[in-house]
């Protein structure tokens, strides 16, 4: 049973437009959420992260938010630039070091 | 060297093999991980070492064997593997910091075929 759920397996942007990503969690007991990005034979790098505490993380064209009613979080990408095509994967800690990661989404912004 | 490295980044092995994959941590960080990412499935975290004290051993197979021997190595050592262990086998780091969640940093990957 998947606690983290990416439903989009892949989206395509028009460059400088907005990305929207999403992600669903499953366990009320998730307080610390993440998102990577991953390039091809590249691991994942750390983009954004944000508490349980807030509703709203921004950094640079990066925002992260989350509804905890709705046991939902998206990334948006604004504006959105060809460097940003990638996997995108969002994780999610309910405390310690173990994180659940759901399966990504492809995306890709077109010059 | 700066970041997380792994070596190889390629290794294909029959199922009679023994191989050992590597992870190095340039990053001064406590703990170390391992993970399995099969295609088009979430990352697996597979084992979780702290301050080199293995303390996650997420029910994987014994086929799959770790180890850290100090805070800025860990191995992961694979012997008669499946041909369904064929993925990518990531290595992260992090520095522990009580209760909170660490932000976690991750090496390129092996990526392994069992024929």
């Known amino acids: 049973d998947q606690q983290v759920k990416q439903n989009s397996p892949s989206l395509s942007v028009q460059e400088g437009r907005i990305s929207i990503l999403n992600c669903d969690y499953t366990n009320s007991m998730f307080d610390y959420f993440l998102w990577y990005k991953k390039y091809p034979a590249e691991g994942p790098t750390f983009l954004i992260s944000i508490s349980s505490i807030k509703d709203k993380n921004e950094d640079g064209r990066f925002t992260v938010f989350l509804n905890k009613s709705a046991k939902h979080l998206s990334l948006h990408i604004v504006p959105s630039q060809p460097g940003d095509s990638a996997v995108y994967f969002c994780a999610a800690s309910a405390g310690g070091n173990k994180l659940v990661f759901g399966a990504g989404t492809i995306l890709r912004v077109k010059s | 060297e700066t970041g997380v490295t792994q070596t190889p980044r390629h290794l294909v092995m029959g199922m009679t093999n023994k191989k050992s994959l590597k992870c190095e941590q340039h990053l001064g960080h406590n703990a170390m991980y391992w993970y399995k990412q099969s295609a088009k499935k979430p990352l697996e975290l597979m084992f979780v070492?702290?301050?080199?004290?293995?303390?996650e051993n997420n029910s994987v197979p014994s086929r799959f064997s770790p180890e850290c021997p100090n805070s800025s190595h860990l191995f992961l050592h694979l012997h008669t593997l499946q041909p369904e262990d064929s993925a990518l086998y990531l290595c992260a780091s992090s520095q522990r910091r009580g209760g909170t969640t660490d932000t976690q940093y991750f090496g390129p990957g092996t990526r392994l075929t069992v024929l």
């Open positions: 070492y702290s301050l080199e004290e293995r303390v």
